[in-house]
């Protein structure tokens, strides 16, 4: 979490040399505030051989971030009882805003050695048939677009593959 926050009031809330908290009439409020937040999960499971040093392994990584870099700014009218809010991109480059991935693989490797394995050329990922990628822009006509890259092998569930599916099992028991 990293950022800045701005407040005003008419009147001020916490006048200069009054002891006491007064209600204001109207408050902005604008922050620009940088939101990350990321998650890593790995699981190993593996053997070592001692008569010749190895360490054999199958593991799994998981990474899950989440970057939100947005500007806020807030009108609060407390007299006629409305607010108005406004959201928008801190920066107007491309932002990765959320990113998951995961990544099977295989290892062997020297326990003497103290390369990490996924540095080794015995590190092998896992692979279950061609990556296939998909991508689209949503929010064009809104006038914020959000571009949509996602990159697989598992796959994707689309209109071809619906039909398909529905031809093939006779109705709805596909699905």
Known sequence: LHGEIRMISHPEIAPSGKDELQTPDTMNVTADIRVCVSHKTQAKLGFVTPFDHQHY???????????????????????????????????????????????????????????????????????????????????????????????SEQKFMDIKWLVENYQRHEGFSAL
């Open 57 to 151: 392994v199958a593991g799994y990584d998981k990474n899950v971030q989440l970057n939100l870099p947005l500007r806020h700014q807030i009108d609060i009218d407390v007299e006629n009882q409305e607010v108005r809010a406004t959201f928008e991109p801190l920066d107007e480059q491309n932002e990765e805003i959320f990113h998951y991935s995961t990544l099977p693989y295989t290892a062997k490797h020297d326990i003497l050695d103290l390369k990490p394995v996924s540095q080794l050329a015995t590190t092998h990922i896992v692979h279950i048939r061609e990556p296939q990628t998909y991508e689209h822009v949503f929010g064009k006509k809104a006038g914020m677009a959000f571009r949509v890259n996602c990159t």
